[in-house]
């Protein structure tokens, strides 16, 4: 069942619904508000919009990488799982 949860993401409260325990709504919060205090320190500019879109590329470039990486690792799975099968069998 979702809930409601109040966050703060650059200043600005934000009422969301999830139906992920408190905690982990907490950390989302916590990790998206580093995220951006990252690339916002990093700029000369305090361009929100700017700060938003380089949190949002970096965070989905390193998504895409997990993804791939996860894909890789369930191939590997399965040619492993495949191998032992054989070996089982002599």
């Known amino acids: 069942?979702?809930?409601?949860?109040?966050?703060?993401?650059?200043?600005?409260?934000?009422?969301?619904?999830s139906s992920a325990p408190e905690a982990k709504v907490i950390a989302?919060?916590?990790?998206?508000?580093?995220?951006?205090?990252?690339i916002g320190s990093a700029l000369s500019s305090g361009d929100a919009?700017?700060?938003?879109?380089?949190?949002?590329l970096n965070t989905s470039e390193e998504l895409l990488e997990l993804?791939?990486?996860?894909?890789m690792d369930s191939l590997a799975d399965a040619r492993i799982t495949s191998m032992i099968s054989v070996l089982e069998t002599v």
């Open 28 to 38: 989302v919060e916590a990790f998206v508000n580093g995220k951006l205090q990252e």
């Open 49 to 56: 919009q700017l700060v938003l879109t380089l949190a949002l």
């Open 1 to 17: 069942m979702k809930k409601s949860h109040a966050v703060t993401v650059l200043g600005r409260e934000l009422s969301v619904r």
């Open 67 to 71: 993804r791939s990486r996860h894909e």
